[in-house]
């Protein structure tokens, strides 16, 4: 078990004053059996009041609603909590689905629901062949080994690119290129898993990267955001595949967010009234530490004006 904090912010700059429309935040993490959180918090500036909501996939989303203008638009964001999750867990699939392929039971099918179909335009197959190298064409195919194959090739074989630009590249792109950054890889082997005909869903949540408490250790992606995928396997249910740093199980990374397409779990979104020139540029930081177990926790810390 680890206990971990979280600090994130993200610092747009305007030319001047500017108004600003709604912001929807994502930023809680994921209470679960192997993530407990322990104290949350966010100050923005200028100040904001703040609604709560769940998605449809029970996310926790924060929107931020403003009434000042200002030339800078900024949120800080502190997070501990306790970590349980462990690498390469010893799964325990359910016997049909050991053998790839399978069928899911009619009973998970009808709420596997959109998790199972891809999105995303492969006219000449390139995605489907791509996957279907990871089958074991001498023999029997062990649905585990063939989803670490997958995501150890993904780290392997693609060059990892930071990207600022908006959105997510489409798969094929990805795949064309042999880059891109880990909201790119995590798609790709979507898809790929999709066109298996497995569920998969995204998920957008931090990472954590020894380094930062002196370990040797290097996590590619850490300092940003970061996001990879999971896969539904029948007697295990939801596994952490992260393809940027080949990780399974999730050790090193933190649940934000989980949805069934990149579009649905943006971390921080919301728009400003002035011209597209006011925009100078903007700055997100993320640095997640480890404190050692024993270790004490009073510590200081920034001034809080919401709870998460």
């Known amino acids: 078990m680890q206990h971990l904090t979280v600090e994130h912010s993200t610092v747009y700059r305007y030319a001047r004053p500017v108004r600003f429309g709604e912001h929807r935040l994502m930023f809680r993490p994921r209470d679960s059996h192997d993530i407990r959180l322990i104290s949350t918090g ?21 929107i931020a609603s403003f009434s000042e203008m200002s030339d800078r638009l900024e949120f800080v964001s502190t997070i501990t909590l306790e970590h349980y999750g462990g690498d390469y867990p010893d799964l325990t699939l359910a016997p049909y689905a050991r053998i790839f392929p399978f069928t899911y039971s009619g009973e998970e099918m009808a709420d596997l629901g959109r998790t199972l179909e891809r999105h995303y335009e492969d006219p000449e197959h390139e995605v489907l062949e791509w996957a279907r190298q990871f089958l074991n064409r001498e023999g029997e195919t062990h649905t585990y080994d063939m989803l670490i194959a997958m995501n150890s090739a993904i780290n392997a074989r693609f060059s990892y690119a930071r990207r600022y630009d908006l959105g997510t590249q489409p798969p094929l792109e990805t795949l064309r290129k042999g880059s891109g950054s880990c909201r790119d890889f995590a798609l790709l082997m979507m898809e790929g898993v999709r066109s298996l005909g497995l569920a998969a869903r995204f998920v957008s949540g931090y990472l954590y990267d020894p380094v930062m408490d002196g370990g040797s250790e290097s996590m590619v992606g850490a300092g940003e955001t970061h996001a990879w995928v999971q896969v539904y396997l029948p007697g295990a ?8 740093n080949g990780l399974i199980g999730g050790a090193n990374l933190i649940r934000v967010a989980v949805a069934r397409d990149p579009s649905q779990a943006v971390p921080l979104q919301g728009a400003f009234f002035g011209a597209a020139s006011d925009f100078l540029e903007m700055d997100v930081k993320v640095k997640v530490t480890a404190r050692k177990t024993g270790q004490g926790s009073g510590q200081a810390s920034r001034p809080l004006v919401a709870m998460l």
């Open 42 to 62: 966010i100050k923005i500036t200028p100040p904001a009041e703040i609604r709560w909501l769940h998605d449809v996939f029970n996310n926790s989303i924060a």
């Open 237 to 244: 249910g939801w596994v952490e595949f992260d393809p940027t």
